[in-house]
């Protein structure tokens, strides 16, 4: 099945993105979001990464046009029912991705695929409270998403090969590459990822150095493009605190267990780039 419609629910950084990529490979879009003010924030994000890519003479003027008449804000799910293709890119809470997966189930076409754009939270778990688990998937993108080439397809206990075929052949539509994980807690990246964010954070708890040696170190002895630290900052310590806790339950191994002082920054409102402060500072 070839997806020429499809919704993004969550007009967010990820959910604009997402929005953003598919219409630019010529799909219709959907973007809905309940939060007040969210639409027009993603569109205002959408339109000025756009059109910075014009000024760079990386997109013409034409198909920034294009790209923005594919794209449709719609109140609810209910305005995009003929939807072929419906991806999910809310925080990381279970109970409200579940609530929207029931949602999309009851509201969109029988033959229409779910996807999920977590980050951690079990597809096959996501899968089992609908009337179609063949054809629910995890698609997840990498922030930001226009930029970064990265998709991982994670397989639910029941999902259909079909239902990946399809979703590998849209992301490959999006400009993307793609890697298959199976259902485990944390998939492939941030099972890889997010002990290595939680280590820096024990190695400066313990004072073994400062952020910034700690980040410097890894960014030149690694060969990073960016610190864990500031990384952490960026992804967001309260989900960087989430996915550790994932890991640590879903697994049982202590090795997972998050350090003290990420759950102190989080407990303090600490949460990096988006609030200003976390292993950083930052101008609002």
Not at 71 to 98: G, M, Y
Request: charge should be neutral.
């Amino acid at each position: 099945m070839a997806i020429e419609r499809m919704l993004v629910v969550g007009a967010g950084q990820m959910g604009s993105g997402i929005a953003q990529v598919a219409a630019q490979a010529g799909v219709e879009v959907s973007l809905v979001d309940a939060m007040p003010g969210a639409l027009e924030t993603g569109m205002k994000r959408i339109t000025g990464l756009l059109a910075r890519a014009v000024e760079k003479g990386k997109l013409t003027a034409e198909a920034q046009q294009a790209t923005l008449a594919k794209i449709k804000v719609a109140s609810s799910v209910a305005d995009a029912r003929t939807a072929q293709f419906a991806v999910e890119a809310v925080p990381e809470n279970e109970e409200l991705k579940k609530s929207i997966f029931r949602e999309l189930d009851a509201t969109l076409p029988a033959d229409a695929i779910l996807a999920s754009n977590t980050s951690s939270i079990s597809i096959t778990r996501l899968a089992s409270i609908t009337k179609r688990p063949s054809q629910v998937i995890g698609m997840h993108f990498m922030n930001p998403v226009p930029l970064m080439q990265l998709v991982e397809l994670i397989r639910a206990a029941q999902t259909s090969d079909a239902t990946y075929e399809t979703v590998r052949a849209l992301a490959e539509r999006f400009g993307k590459k793609t890697v298959m994980s199976k259902d485990f807690p944390g998939f492939i990246v941030n099972r890889i990822l997010i002990p290595m964010l939680n280590e820096a954070c024990f190695a400066l708890g313990e004072g073994i150095a400062s952020a910034e040696d700690i980040d410097e170190a890894i960014k030149l002895g690694l060969n990073h493009p960016m610190g864990p630290l500031a990384l952490a900052d960026f992804v967001g310590l309260d989900t960087c605190l989430y996915i550790a806790e994932v890991l640590h339950r879903g697994l049982g191994d202590d090795k997972y267990r998050p350090a003290p002082l990420l759950r102190q920054y989080v407990d303090a409102g600490w949460l990096g780039k988006k609030t200003g402060r976390g292993f950083y500072r930052y101008q609002p």
